[in-house]
């Protein structure tokens, strides 16, 4: 009930396209759903974030769908760039929790 | 700036030594865990701290230890460092949200070799 399931585990795109990575969870007290950014040899880092009161959140380029009843979320890299190659982290977490919940991660690398 | 700042970006250690990694957080955060990374697995947790002297198990907890005697800094100790603990390690701090959950955030990693 703990995991946030991710998928794909990887992925290609070309330049300009549209990335799409997806999350799904199971456990309804989580209330904050975060996505990481990781490039090599450095630390994960906020990209954005949605709390369930909302369906969707954007960012310049960078957009999280959120659906409550099915309990999974997105996020959509528009005009995705050679530069946006890195390693995505979906997250989960909850008042007064200590832990946050990571997905496994999506290696992502677009093509120029 | 907020930051989580981690002793050592590289460290090469022989097998059997024992080997401390220390973490600082400035943003007088109550949670902090050790993660370690390898490719293809995502990030792993270690251990993880609520709280001063609070320590608790995380999914891969065998072979390590943690500390924490104040609450901006958590170490992790590896009693006897061995081979198949050459990974890269993140450190990571987090607030316990009283509104909704929170943002972690991360140091810049220690990739540990053990040779």
């Known amino acids: 009930q703990q995991q946030v399931k991710q998928s794909p585990q990887s992925l290609i795109v070309q330049k300009g396209g549209i990335s799409i990575i997806n999350c799904a969870y199971e456990?309804?007290?989580?209330?904050?759903f975060p996505w990481y950014q990781q490039f090599p040899g450095k630390g994960p880092a906020l990209l954005i974030a949605?709390?369930?009161?909302?369906s969707e959140k954007k960012e310049g380029r960078f957009t999280i769908s959120f659906n409550k009843s099915a309990k999974q979320f997105s996020l959509h890299i528009m005009d995705s760039q050679p530069g946006d190659s890195a390693t995505y982290f979906c997250?989960?977490?909850?008042?007064?929790?200590?832990?946050?919940?990571f997905g496994a991660g999506t290696r992502l690398f677009v093509k120029a | 700036d907020v930051k989580v700042t981690q002793s050592s970006r590289y460290l090469v250690k022989r097998t059997g030594e024992k080997v401390f990694l220390e973490c600082v957080q400035d943003m007088d955060h109550e949670n902090m865990f050790w993660y370690r990374q390898d490719p293809g697995l995502g990030l792993r947790l270690i251990y993880f701290s609520y709280d001063v002297k609070m320590k608790e198990k995380g999914d891969i907890p065998e072979g390590y230890s943690v500390s924490r005697e104040k609450k901006e800094r958590f170490s992790l100790i590896l009693e006897s460092a061995s081979t198949n603990q050459t990974s890269m390690y993140l450190c990571a701090s987090s607030s316990q949200g009283k509104s909704g959950g929170t943002e972690a955030f991360f140091g810049q990693g220690t990739r540990l070799t053990v040779v």
């Open positions: 997250a989960a977490s909850m008042t007064g929790g200590f832990k946050t919940i």
């Open positions: 456990n309804t007290a989580f209330d904050y």
């Open positions: 949605i709390r369930p009161d909302v």
